[in-house]
């Protein structure tokens, strides 16, 4: 049986932009836990260490979408240097503030500013889009970059920590800045696999923000409650660890929460998808809020590292399916934009499930923060029944921009293909051979 991922990299310059798109990526793992260690060692404040850690957290939240959005007018190529450029060169200013003991609202200063660096899992994912629109292959790149999204989460935190424990203070934060910055500079020469700037038929670019479409909208809700519960389990863990009185597995439960959503993902992007999206969408999040449950039955951290073993196993498979689901419901001019909010949504619940955990955990113990994971994953199903509908409809209706033979067309097809069409099984794509999308083998289209 051919192995689905290495056929991706058939694709010429595949190779080359997931590498440097993995080395830009770190710092979005490492800069976080980085700041808290840089600076609870260098004068053992932990509240102004989180502080100034939540202000750069917040910052790259807000300034994500903004610096997607600025991509999809202008490019890949013309926005991403000085964006990280911005964010290198902040950084280094929050360092040396740090090193000579400069007042803290100069560390908060720096930390805003450094929090434009650009989301490159959006970017990476906005060029295989490129590569393999309307191709299965789609559906297993975004598979693939799930993955990695959970080996740069795995590996970039206790890297950071690291390196500012067994050096000095500085270098978790520094190495992070470095590779961003060669991540960037060898992610931007790539001309042939980058997106084209999409002009719409008066000849505008890109106009208003891509989160003013309401389906879209709905898909970052479910990954703001998703990521609640992963936020909860980063905490709980620990917390629950340190009650058995074995503080160090804690790392062991997170390891396993992360491998278990590895393996879905890569089991998932594996298969051939049949079913609608939407439909798929509800079935994760079913399963997403079913396997919250068993964290209650937890005795030990033998038990709970099987309850959130499970629970992992469908978190990457939803994330996958929700950005399927961004690809088909967002005009291609706005995707990367598109991309980054549903990531960006994903970032903010994990913030605030750490957040209200930890508080759940300090009045109630860890139960609490089980409490915590079991509503999130009520609302993360309860959001996907509410979006089934609203993201149906889209799917059917096509993109806003198609030209209105290209609509009927499509129409044509979803009406003789049914909901089938919601998959995004329409084609393989031919090997890529210059820098122009590839095009659909309409003699192998399933819909």
Not at 48 to 67: D, I, K, R
Not at 190 to 205: A, F, I, L, N, S
Not at 216 to 231: E, F, K, R, S, W
């Amino acid at each position: 049986m051919a192995n689905p991922y290495g056929a991706l990299f058939k694709a010429p310059g595949s190779v080359a932009f997931s590498a440097a798109g993995f080395v830009g990526r770190m710092p979005v793992s490492m800069t976080g836990i980085g700041i808290i260690t840089m600076l609870s060692q260098m004068n053992g404040e932990y509240g102004l260490a989180g502080a100034v850690s939540a202000a750069f957290t917040l910052s790259m939240a807000l300034c994500g979408p903004q610096v997607s959005r600025i991509v999809d007018r202008k490019g890949q190529s013309k926005v991403l240097l000085p964006a990280a450029g911005l964010s290198v060169i902040s950084m280094a200013g929050l360092l040396l503030c740090a090193h000579y003991k400069a007042p803290a609202w100069t560390l908060f200063v720096f930390a805003i500013l450094a929090g434009t660096l650009p989301n490159m899992a959006a970017m990476v994912r906005a060029r295989w889009t490129h590569v393999y629109r309307d191709s299965p292959k789609l559906h297993t790149a975004f598979s693939l970059e799930s993955v990695v999204d959970e080996m740069t989460f795995v590996v970039g935190p206790a890297l950071s920590v690291a390196l500012s424990t067994s050096l000095f203070a500085e270098a978790g934060p520094m190495i992070a800045s470095a590779l961003l910055a060669i991540g960037v500079l060898l992610f931007i020469p790539q001309k042939r696999t980058e997106p084209p700037v999409h002009v719409d038929e008066d000849g505008g670019r890109a106009g208003g923000s891509a989160i003013r479409i309401g389906a879209l909208q709905l898909l970052a809700l479910i990954l703001v409650a998703g990521g609640t519960i992963v936020g909860t389990v980063d905490v709980v863990s620990v917390a629950f660890a340190e009650e058995q009185g074995a503080p160090a597995s804690a790392g062991i439960v997170l390891s396993v929460y992360a491998v278990g959503s590895a393996l879905a993902g890569l089991v998932f992007g594996a298969r051939k998808l049949k079913t609608p999206l939407p439909r798929l969408l509800t079935f994760g999040a079913a399963g997403t809020a079913v396997t919250t449950l068993p964290l209650l039955l937890v005795g030990n951290v033998a038990t709970l590292s099987v309850a959130v073993f499970f629970s992992g196993i469908f978190f990457a498979p939803t994330m996958i399916i929700i950005m399927g689901l961004v690809e088909k419901i967002v005009p291609p001019r706005q995707l990367t934009e598109g991309m980054t909010w549903a990531i960006t949504g994903l970032s903010v619940g994990t913030a605030l499930g750490a957040a209200v955990s930890g508080s759940m955990v300090d009045r109630f113990g860890p139960m609490g923060g089980f409490a915590v994971a079991m509503v999130a994953g009520a609302a993360t199903l309860l959001l996907a029944l509410v979006a089934y509908r609203p993201l149906t409809n889209r799917i059917r209706q096509g993109r806003p921009e198609e030209a209105p033979g290209a609509a009927a067309e499509s129409a044509a097809q979803a009406s003789s293909a049914g909901e089938a069409g919601a998959t995004g099984e329409v084609g393989e794509t031919r090997d890529v051979k210059d820098g122009s999308r590839p095009v659909a083998d309409a003699g192998k289209a399933s819909s």
